[in-house]
């Protein structure tokens, strides 16, 4: 198709005329609900919640998408299959797991035959230690024990499945009871 520039300035001569011509193509257009995720703070080896972003074909033509790919300590599922129709939407499930602790820094990247392929969502979060501290038997139950008598002691292991250190400051029991540390 075609169309006529027309500039009017004062310059002699004024106006100028050009001549426009083009071809309009059918083409995907690719549509992010959002171009960043942060995830905060989130503990070793523990998977995030999933943060989701909506995928819409706002083009002409079907979207085909060939690869989506997380990288870095994120991981992507979704239900953006090989093909997303006009104006159709789908989701992808954003996943963050630190194995290190410090800020993690990642990406998606989906290619697909839109025009300004590929599109990326930057990805961030931070990886934290903790301490995670179980007791075995969390329970003791003592049989009947006649006054100011002793028993022999029992055992409760203290273990710390975190990736952090554990400080403990006190140890202490309730009411007549007594405690002995190794």
Do not use: M, W
Request: hydrophobic share 40%; net charge negative.
């Amino acid at each position: 198709t075609g169309g006529a520039l027309t500039i009017t300035d004062s310059v002699p001569g004024s106006p100028h005329f050009g001549s426009l011509t083009g071809t309009g193509v059918d083409s995907a257009e690719v549509e992010l609900s959002a171009g960043h995720l942060y995830f905060g703070s989130q503990d070793l080896a523990t998977p995030s919640a999933p943060q989701n972003v909506t995928l819409t074909n706002r083009g002409n033509k079907t979207l085909s998408v060939q690869s989506i790919a997380a990288a870095g300590e994120f991981a992507v599922n979704g239900n953006c299959l090989s093909e997303v129709a006009v104006g159709a939407s789908c989701t992808l499930a954003v996943t963050f797991a630190p194995t290190v602790a410090g800020t993690g820094r990642g990406a998606v990247t989906i290619v697909s035959n839109a025009p300004d392929s590929p599109h990326v969502i930057t990805l961030e979060g931070a990886g934290v230690e903790h301490s995670a501290v179980t007791l075995s038997p969390a329970d003791l139950d003592f049989a009947p024990q006649a006054i100011d008598t002793a028993r022999a002691p029992e055992a409760v292991v203290l273990t710390n499945s975190g990736t952090a250190s554990l400080v403990i400051a006190d140890i202490a029991a309730s009411r007549h009871l007594h405690v002995e540390q190794d």
